[in-house]
């Protein structure tokens, strides 16, 4: 015979109470309910004719209440409040347990403590289901600032928690960011986030890093480029040049690394034409101030299991300010010879006695050098009525005071001009595919100059060297 009571609780479409002579609430039931979570708890004594029935109910009853995201209704006679799984409630775990209270445990009833539990949505105003959110900011050495923004959404009416997440976060994090430093450009390094099994809690975490420089040639934040890194090195050397103030080339390698973001493209090689590479150059013209310069090198690596880019670009040039002279080595050797008559002398004392006259001698002065300038130049003549005219290598510099005397006239005493040897030698460095080039040209040098004395102009003694008495050896 039916029982009616005016409560009645209905889940996972089993109702307690109300108009059931089988299950039948017994006294109160307990509603917990906070900004999370909604806890019921209810007591239900089963009423059955005999054992059969009473096994069979209280199986029933178990299973119905052990089960998982399932809908939950309280009917209390005059109002109605209904919880959809999934609408709103989530991730419902209904739990039963049997009492073991002798004033109900008899003949054929038994009684039960039914505990159900679900997730409440994060539905307060404007949260758009945001339930938690905390944020970590740290600095480099150099200041720059980084920032780790972790947090969760929950399901709610309208939308999952993954998509809760997916339309409403960036719109949250820029607002926190802005609040960290509103004048700093942040960029977005790494994001994960997991959801549970019915959606209903999306976790996440993001973690930004301060942009310094820029992405791009247009752009500190490029929409293409994430996590970048710019490096220059300078390889200047200054070897001994034989001139002063001389300004040689330099090198200087511009190195770029960076991830392209996928969902704005996928192609490397344009990537790199289109941003990486001009970033570079720019880089590269504002920062060293070269009058010219040109690509000597160039190393890119694509890595596409990770769509990842390496860029390595080395660059010769001249610093703004030098000469067309960049290179210069010079030396003067004397180069002397002469020839002596021996007469040798019989002695029985001394065996290497002899008579030394007087032959000639030749004393030359050899000049080499090897110039190398940015531009064009030509070989030179010296003899035959020729001057050596250059465009920027000019003549000779002196060496150790001494410098270079004879010219395209013969003297009858001094230094003449014997041999020249002028080589020119034309390079083109660089890249010379849609790059500049620089002209180098090495001018290679060899003069030599003779000298001689008029006869009968003095500069000896003229006779042969003679010992002590005539004809004799001492």
């Not at 480099?140 to 920032?147: F, N």
């Not at 880019?309 to 610093?319: E, P």
């Not at 005493?413 to 020249?420: Q, R, T």
Request: proline share 3%; hydrophobic share 35%.
């Amino acid at each position: 015979m039916a029982v009616n009571n005016p409560f009645k609780i209905t889940y996972n479409s089993t109702a307690i109470g109300g108009t059931s002579d089988t299950y039948q609430l017994l006294g109160p039931y307990v509603i917990d309910k906070s900004y999370r979570v909604l806890r019921v708890v209810f007591d239900v004594i089963v009423v059955a004719s005999n054992a059969s029935t009473l096994r069979s109910l209280s199986d029933t009853l178990e299973t119905k209440f052990r089960e998982r995201d399932k809908n939950l209704e309280i009917d209390t006679g005059s109002s109605v409040f209904t919880w959809t799984a999934g609408t709103h409630y989530f991730n419902p775990v209904s739990s039963i347990a049997k009492s073991g209270d002798s004033e109900t445990d008899r003949g054929f009833s038994r009684a039960y403590t039914i505990a159900i539990e679900a997730e409440l949505p994060s539905d307060a105003s404007g949260d758009n289901g945001l339930l938690e959110i905390k944020s970590n900011v740290g600095f480099e050495a150099s200041r720059q600032k980084t920032a780790t923004i972790e947090g969760s959404y929950t399901s709610t009416a309208s939308a999952n928690s993954k998509a809760n997440y997916l339309a409403n976060a960036d719109t949250k994090i820029n607002a926190i960011l802005a609040a960290i430093d509103g004048t700093a450009t942040w960029e977005l390094l790494e994001e994960d986030f997991d959801f549970d099994r019915n959606t209903a809690n999306t976790n996440f975490v993001r973690q930004y890093i301060e942009l310094l420089f820029k992405e791009s040639e247009s752009a500190l934040d490029d929409t293409h480029i994430r996590d970048h890194r710019v490096i220059f090195t300078d390889l200047s050397q200054h070897p001994a040049d034989s001139r002063e103030s001389i300004q040689r080339l330099r090198r200087v390698v511009g190195s770029y690394e960076c991830s392209i973001d996928i969902d704005q493209t996928t192609d490397l090689q344009a990537a790199f034409t289109d941003k990486v590479k001009p970033v570079i150059l720019q880089t590269f013209k504002t920062t060293f101030s070269p009058s010219v310069f040109c690509l000597e090198d160039r190393k890119i690596s694509y890595d596409e299991t990770t769509k990842k880019l390496s860029a390595s670009l080395q660059f010769l040039y001249q610093k703004e300010g030098g000469e067309a002279v960049v290179e210069i080595s010079q030396s003067c050797a004397y180069r002397e010879q002469r020839t002596i008559d021996y007469t040798p002398v019989h002695s029985s004392s001394n065996e290497t006695a002899a008579y030394a006259d007087p032959g000639w001698a030749t004393i030359e002065r050899v000049w080499t050098r090897t110039v190398v300038v940015l531009g064009d130049e030509t070989p030179q003549r010296r003899i035959g009525g020729q001057t050596a005219s250059y465009n920027d290598a000019g003549d000779f510099d002196s060496v150790g005071g001494i410098k270079i005397e004879g010219t395209r006239e013969i003297v009858e005493a001094g230094w003449n001009i014997v041999s020249n040897v002028s080589q020119v030698t034309e390079r083109w460095m660089g890249d010379p595919t849609e790059e500049e080039q620089i002209k180098l040209t090495s001018l290679t040098e060899t003069v030599v100059e003779r000298f001689n004395q008029k006869p009968g102009s003095g500069g000896g003694s003229g006779g042969p060297i003679r010992p002590g008495g005539p004809g004799t050896v001492s």
